[in-house]
C-alpha cells in the first residue's frame, strides 16, 4: 500500500474496498448509481462495482482531490446506506486502499 501522503498528480490510482463483514453495500440498482453521484475531484477512468466490494480506477484532477473524493464518497454513501435501510454503523471496511497503476505506452 502507498503513503497515503504522497498522491502524485501524474499517476491512476486503483482504489478499492469492501463491506464491514464482507456484507452487501448495493442492494438495490439505485445505489450502484448513487455512489457514483459525487462531487467529481477526480476522473473516474474506469469502475466495477460488485454487490459487497468496488474497484475505481482513477486520476485526481485537483490538489488533495483523491483524498477529498473518497471522504466524500465514503461518508456520503454510509449516510445514504444507512437513511434508506434503517442502519447505523460503519458501512465500509477499514479505510479504502489503493496502489498506482504504471501505464505501459
Known sequence: MVNRTIINDQYYYHI???GTDKRKI???KWDYVRFL???K???IICYCLNSNHYHLLVKQTTKNGISKFMHKLSL???SYFND???RIGSLFQGKYKFKPVKLTE
Do not use: S, W
Request: cysteine-free.
Open 26 to 28: 448495493f442492494l438495490e
Open 37 to 39: 453521484n459525487e462531487p
Open 41 to 43: 475531484l477526480v476522473d
Open 16 to 18: 478499492y474496498n469492501r
Open 76 to 78: 456520503g454513501y454510509t
Open 84 to 86: 434508506k435501510y434503517r
